[in-house]
């Protein structure tokens, strides 16, 4: 894929022109026809609003049958994620259409972004749009497989000089795209089908199939393995499942031996009834996106390694099923956890910390980090406080915190911090029976009391951050670029621009 020239563009099945919305062109047009045609005032029909558009059909015109014309808005208020969402809908609108290549981007010219930056947005957007799960459904609307039939756009540019640049933007993007898509695939996987031996066997595929199979090492402990080493945060929720867990480790060395590595850790809850603290049937509903965790750091560390970031990357995760039988553990339970730490198991629904305790005593075990982020759908309350519109984000380290906010400002995943004071929650953990209970004494401040939690399993001298996704990572409507009620994909992209800070 490359940037086009203007004068090559021909025999278009559509092309698509981007706007302001002054209703003036920032594409420029091949064709003298059009562009006179285009000077008329479009009236109401279109203005050039963002996530406005208007499909054309041009009858005969030896340039393009068809001419999509997509609002940015206003310039002054345009970032890259409007771009990547505009690129989306038009995406959509046309394969929603059916049509085919050849099709094309006008390149618009914005004089605050450079053309590599926006072709890689649209290829974002246009990419991630795409993704649906009609894979899984019988016969009947033609293409099935997904990705199969995804329609990819071309870009045609005026100026031709930077094309080399803009063609390395375009691979990029798909490599982002693909990940991101491949990660909300996982997520919207049947937990019938995603239990936890699946995942884990997902997680060794990205590392088989990887173009840096060379560098990454995988490793994934069984039973055997989490019972020796005595990991009784993971034991202890997989109890009551018949699907028994796994620990995956991949290591990923593409930067100096010395260098200190970064550690994403994800929770892999294939599936969360609650347990014996079992939750109500609508409770259950999308609890298949427990792992959305573990397949946005697994989805960051395909793009990673397929991008050959040069840095060393650690990927943990602890999968799991969540289920209530008569080998569940119980609430009153005390359970010894990873690092030696005992924990009053109260509410067996408060299960993702339990198993994100042993993979973060696991990370400050045996390594020295750099940093160390984990990833987990851990509490309705930070769903209730921030909706769909950001993570929730704690940390003990006021510069990763920094850095994790200017990744959520490229990325256009956004971040919001949540209170973390000691004197208020570290009292509501205390237990009489054991070293902490797994739940607060009190349920308000649901989110913080988690994090303050998995703060206990972090070496002091590791800077840590949690990002708390039961919010953002599921769309229940078509939003941005998601055109399908699911998995948001967030925060992949923000975990991929992370990444680069350090590359
Ligand atoms: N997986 C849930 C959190 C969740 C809820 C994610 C809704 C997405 C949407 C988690 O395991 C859980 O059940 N947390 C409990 C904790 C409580 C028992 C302290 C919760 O949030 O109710
Ligand atoms: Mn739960
Ligand atoms: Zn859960």
Redesign the pocket.
């Known amino acids: 894929m490359r940037l086009e020239s203007l004068k090559s563009c021909k025999q278009q099945e559509a092309l698509v022109m981007f706007f302001d919305e002054n209703q003036k062109a920032l594409s420029p047009w091949p064709d003298p026809v059009v562009k006179d045609y285009l000077k008329i005032p479009l009236s109401q029909d279109f203005k050039g609003r963002f996530k406005e558009s208007l499909l054309l059909y041009l009858p005969g015109h030896p340039v393009a049958k068809r001419l999509l014309l997509v609002g940015l808005g206003k310039l002054s208020d345009l970032s890259l994620q409007k771009v990547r969402v505009a690129g989306g809908q038009a995406a959509m609108q046309l394969s929603q259409r059916s049509v085919s290549a050849p099709s094309s981007f006008l390149v618009p010219r914005i004089g605050k972004f450079k053309v590599e930056e926006i072709v890689e947005a649209l290829t974002i957007g246009c990419r991630v749009a795409q993704l649906n799960y009609n894979e899984w459904k019988s016969q009947g609307d033609g293409d099935k497989k997904a990705n199969s039939k995804l329609l990819e756009l071309g870009f045609v540019s005026a100026e031709s000089s930077r094309s080399s640049k803009a063609a390395q933007s375009i691979e990029r993007g798909k490599i982002i795209a693909d990940g991101v898509n491949f990660g909300r695939r996982l997520i919207a996987m049947s937990p019938r089908q995603l239990n936890p031996i699946e995942l884990a066997r997902q997680a060794a595929e990205v590392a088989r199939k990887s173009p840096s199979k060379s560098k990454i090492k995988a490793q994934i402990w069984t039973e055997k393995e989490l019972k020796k080493n005595a990991y009784g945060g993971i034991l202890c929720v997989a109890q009551g499942s018949d699907n028994p867990p796994r620990f995956v480790q991949l290591e990923y060395r593409n930067a100096a031996a010395s260098k200190k590595p970064v550690i994403l850790v994800g ?1 892999g ?1 294939t599936f ?1 009834s ?1 347990g014996l ?1 079992l ?1 109500p049937p609508s ?1 259950q509903e ?2 298949k ?2 792992m ?1 965790g573990a397949g946005s750091v697994l989805a960051a560390f395909k793009i990673a390694t397929d991008l050959k970031l040069k840095i060393n990357l650690v990927c943990l995760i602890p999968c799991v099923e ?1 289920m209530p039988s008569g080998k569940a553990q119980r609430p009153g339970d005390v359970v010894t956890m990873a690092n030696g730490l005992s924990v009053e198991v109260l ?7 339990l198993i994100l305790a042993d993979a973060l005593s696991h990370a400050s075990k045996h390594y020295k980090p750099a940093a160390i982020v984990d990833v ?8 209730l406080a921030v909706g769909d519109s950001a993570a929730g984000i704690f940390g003990n380290s006021p510069r990763l915190l920094k850095e994790l906010q200017k990744a959520a400002e490229i990325s256009g995943e956004n971040v919001w911090p949540l209170p973390d004071f000691d004197d208020f929650f570290v009292e509501l953990l205390t237990s009489e029976v054991a070293d902490l209970r ?3 004494k009190r ?1 308000e401040g ?2 913080s ?2 994090a303050l939690f998995l703060e206990r399993f972090v070496n002091k001298d590791h800077p840590w951050v949690h990002l708390d ?3 953002c ?2 769309y229940d409507s078509p939003r941005d670029m998601v055109s399908v009620r699911g998995p948001s994909g967030v925060p992949i992209r923000l975990l991929v621009e992370f990444l680069e800070l350090y590359a």
């Open positions: 929770k809850v969360d609650g603290s939750k409770g999308t609890m996106y427990d959305a969540n509410n067996t629904d408060a299960e993702g910390r987990a759908t851990l509490t309705g309350a930070c769903a797994n739940i607060g349920r649901g989110a009391t988690a996704i039961a919010g990572g599921w």
